[in-house]
């Protein structure tokens, strides 16, 4: 396939001549790259596929969406994380991909399912008025708490660095976070009476491999962009393109329970990963390396507060998100993209 795909460049630069903008695309079809990225999305997809399974055998409702989902879907920021802090750059590409990450995950990834499906909190085949009253409040707690997470991370950050002891209490929050939904997992099963199955050991297992398929490709396709002469035109906006592709798994879950009708799972899928962003990713990293926060931090950081509280407003008055409201947020997001761009 390569070989036939070099001899087709062969030809056109023989028939066409040397063209820049040509040269730069072919420059782009580097060898291994492509399978990295179907390595990336195959592993991805089996790791949702198994958490539908997870869900299945002891979690319930929102609870998979907070507690489970987002540490699986945001492994690929975890691992970023850690493979920068590695290779001792910048923390600034890391905040840069948390905060495209978060962006795009409270705009076009709730956007898009809302349009096409709607994401009505109180509609779901599978749950009992009771039950969605519950993952309608557990919901907008953990909106709530998205909102704290950042406000909290734009107050470390006034002085112009996330330093460690900013970064031990960043994590500090989100594991006491987390610890409040392990009591509420064990708390709601024992008022149910249920007991989680056995056979989710073999799921985690399989998730497990899923993971390690996720920090190879992502560690290899870093490899490729820092070392590789056809990809340097990509490291200034290694933050920006990193957060655009650990994404998608998010908007695989979104898409996923939203035309199944699971509303408040897409809903807190999305709101769960945000908080393994801000505040956990950007805490780990300043633990072991300060990050210099630069004066653009304060804009995108702004506007994920102002979307977390948008969607608060609507989650709780509507107990929906309207296809109109979907509608801007996609509309806002191709304004926030394009200005990116320039």
Not at 169 to 196: A, E, I, P, S, Y
Request: charged fraction near 15%; aromatic fraction near 14%; glycine fraction near 6%.
């Amino acid at each position: 396939m390569e070989a036939i795909f070099n001899r087709f460049l062969q030809i056109y630069d023989t028939l066409k001549g040397y063209d820049p903008l040509w040269e730069t695309a072919r420059q782009l079809v580097y060898p291994g790259w492509w399978q990295l990225l179907l390595c990336f999305l195959a592993c991805s997809l089996l790791m949702i596929n198994r958490l539908n399974a997870v869900e299945k055998n002891g979690f319930e409702g929102t609870l998979v969406g907070t507690l489970v989902m987002p540490y699986f879907s945001g492994f690929p920021n975890l691992c970023f994380a850690y493979l920068i802090l590695k290779t001792k750059a910048s923390g600034g590409v890391v905040l840069e991909n948390c905060l495209v990450n978060n962006l795009t995950n409270l705009t076009i990834v709730l956007a898009f399912p809302c349009l096409f499906w709607g994401l009505n909190l109180f509609k779901s085949k599978e749950s009992h008025e009771p039950t969605l009253k519950i993952n309608h409040l557990s919901l907008l707690l953990s909106i709530l708490a998205l909102i704290f997470f950042s406000i909290s991370t734009l107050f470390v950050s006034k002085d112009g660095t996330i330093d460690r002891f900013d970064g031990m209490l960043l994590v500090g929050l989100f594991l006491f976070w987390q610890l409040f939904h392990v009591f509420d997992v064990l708390k709601n099963n024992t008022r149910n009476q249920r007991k989680l199955k056995k056979r989710i050991l073999f799921d985690l297992i399989i998730i497990g491999f899923c993971a390690w398929g996720i920090f190879s490709s992502i560690e290899n396709l870093l490899e490729w962009i820092t070392i590789s002469e056809q990809a340097k035109m990509l490291g200034p906006h290694l933050g920006l393109l990193s957060g655009l592709l650990m994404v998608i798994p998010n908007a695989f879950l979104a898409v996923y329970y939203a035309a199944v009708k699971r509303s408040e799972i897409a809903y807190s899928s999305q709101i769960g990963d945000c908080h393994i962003c801000i505040p956990l990713c950007i805490g780990l990293f300043a633990i072991f390396s300060p990050i210099m926060v630069e004066a653009t931090f304060q804009t995108p950081i702004l506007i994920i507060i102002g979307a977390s509280a948008g969607h608060f407003f609507f989650a709780s008055v509507m107990g929906k998100l309207p296809r109109i409201a979907g509608a801007l947020l996609a509309c806002l997001y191709a304004f926030f993209f394009y200005k990116e761009l320039i």
